[in-house]
């Protein structure tokens, strides 16, 4: 059983930073791509960013030049570097991976159960 677990989460005032952590535990072959989306209350989940096994990175425009994605691979984790915040960052942020159980089965997506991002003004 894949399960991704966050971390990092929590409250900033505006202009401060977070980092988020997330790391796959559990059995399966191969991780293909990692990233973060974020949902507000009474909003839908929108992609932040994502990166490939290749380490192609592609961020929402809202983010780029604050945020940064990036992966180690050796710990099945992803990272998410949030500077300059807004309060329009706040949210829930959920990890996700597209993840392949089995070397026979097709490519799956997991999520983590989601950490709070609140940025204070």
């Known amino acids: 059983q894949v399960q991704l677990v966050e971390s990092g989460g929590g409250l900033v005032q505006a202009g401060g930073s977070l980092r988020l952590s997330c790391a796959a535990s559990?059995?399966?072959?191969?991780?293909?791509?990692m990233g973060w989306y974020r949902q507000a209350p009474g909003k839908q989940r929108d992609l932040v960013a994502r990166?490939?096994?290749?380490?192609?990175?592609t961020y929402q425009d809202s983010v780029k030049g604050r945020f940064t994605i990036s992966r180690d691979n050796a710990k099945n984790a992803v990272y998410l570097e949030m500077n300059s915040l807004k309060p329009e960052d706040t949210a829930a942020y959920y990890c996700?991976?597209?993840?392949?159980?089995?070397?026979?089965?097709?490519?799956?997506?997991?999520w983590g159960q989601g950490t709070p991002v609140t940025v204070s003004s």
């Open positions: 559990g059995s399966f072959f191969r991780i293909h791509v």
């Open positions: 996700y991976g597209e993840i392949q159980p089995t070397r026979w089965q097709r490519t799956l997506v997991y």
């Open positions: 990166i490939t096994s290749r380490e192609y990175t």
